[in-house]
């Protein structure tokens, strides 16, 4: 479904649970960063209604896994970490065309959005059936299907909006791409490291 071409090792999982804090923060801030993402593609886009509509609820949504994260977190006894980069994230910026219309930016922005949507999905998944402790396996399971329609979403809005774009054409390109830079990832214990 998410046409992915590289799937995470399982192996990553074990980096995962030697460090549970570390993921749990990464995982709070990725979810910071895909409510403000989705707030700036509503600033960016007044006027398309319907995807303001959509990009509303997605943002409330990612905010809610948000607090849902931190509140495992304090359920830990942890606490929220400082934000560190998100160099893969970083990396398919750099893929994001930056010439062309305001139509063309938009397109890719989707398409980049959806991409992130789909690995966090992927990842969600491996956590979901390999991680030992069961609160988080089912709390990554139930991520999985949200992150699914978020991506579904973002992909749904690049193919309507679409002017010149060969949403096709581009989406397999950002696969391409992505999969040229998810060799270098999975050795960390960070959502997307």
């Not at 959806?114 to 998944?125: G, Q």
């Amino acid at each position: 479904m998410l046409g992915l071409k590289l799937a995470t090792d399982p192996r990553w999982v074990n980096i995962v649970e030697s460090n549970i804090h570390e993921i749990l923060t990464d995982h709070a801030w990725c979810e910071q960063k895909a409510a403000s993402n989705a707030i700036s593609l509503i600033t960016q886009n007044p006027e398309k209604e319907e995807l303001v509509t959509e990009l509303l609820i997605i943002a409330r949504e990612e905010l809610e896994h948000l607090q849902m994260v931190h509140d495992i977190i304090k359920k830990k006894g942890l606490q929220l970490g400082r934000e560190n980069k998100d160099h893969y994230v970083n990396e398919l910026f750099k893929f994001m065309k930056k010439d062309g219309s305001r139509n063309d930016a938009l397109i890719d922005r989707l398409l980049f959005s959806a991409m992130i949507e789909a690995r966090s999905c992927e990842r969600f998944k491996v956590l979901s059936e390999n991680i030992e402790d069961q609160e988080l396996a089912k709390f990554y399971r139930d991520l999985m299907i949200s992150e699914a329609g978020h991506y579904t979403t973002f992909l749904n809005f690049a193919r309507k909006y679409t002017e010149k774009v060969d949403v096709d054409k581009r989406w397999a390109a950002w696969i391409e791409f992505e999969t040229s830079i998810i060799v270098n990832y999975g050795k960390n214990e960070t959502v997307h490291g």
